[in-house]
């Protein structure tokens, strides 16, 4: 009896802690058509915290990880993420909330960006918005294929959304965002089998550390003053 199901290309999620998969399952009719898909999604939450990872979570042997992203691009992962490190003192010497974002393609560095949310005032001044528009007038395009965006920390709905509608290629974040993480860790918007557009890699835990002490310092720092 042949096999009704059928596997696209696995969503991969990566922490500092290990490399995990959600893999949509595509139930078919007898002629051929789609009947259902069914989805396990992985929340960084669940898996941070130590709770159970869901059954169909399964680990990801060496060779599948690198199928979609190669060793050259993870050994550079922390190489741009220092950049977005850099771009994060910065907003943090400007009493911004200190998140940076850097848009990168072949290998180069093709914008950065930095929380300018006060500075300019605009609500939607995020690093990784800001990062995305100076990519596509840099680039001449409103789709960033091909393009991974390096950010110190989990986008947000609003910029999940945004790397949605640009096409990214991969997104690379530091620390995960408990509030308002939107690639695992609340909502899972980039990453979705509901949106339309499938993120080649969606990795998170690149310098964790790093990243999310830049901006305890900075709300410690609020908290003294008061502000």
Known sequence: MPDSRRKPPVRRFSTEQGEYLVQD???????????KTVTTALTFRDFLSGRTVPLRLRRIPEQRA???VSAEERRLDSVFMKEALLLAREAFDNNEVPVGAVVVKDG?????????????????????????????????????TGCTLYTTLEPCY???????HSRVDRIVFGAA?????????????????????????????????ECGRILQEFFESRRKDGS
């Open 25 to 35: 399952e595509v139930f078919l009719r007898d002629d051929g058509s789609k009947d």
């Open 66 to 68: 690198t199928e979609t």
């Open 108 to 144: 180069k560095v093709v914008s950065g960006a930095r929380n300018r949310v006060m500075e300019l005032p605009d609500p939607t001044a995020h690093a990784e918005v800001l990062a995305v528009r100076d990519a596509a007038r840099a680039l001449r395009t409103m789709r960033l």
């Open 158 to 164: 609003m910029c999940a959304g945004a790397l949605v």
């Open 177 to 209: 965002d408990p509030r308002t993480g939107s690639c695992g860790s609340v909502f899972t918007i980039a990453g979705s089998p509901l949106v339309n557009h499938r993120f080649r890699d969606i990795t998170g835990g690149v310098m964790a550390e």
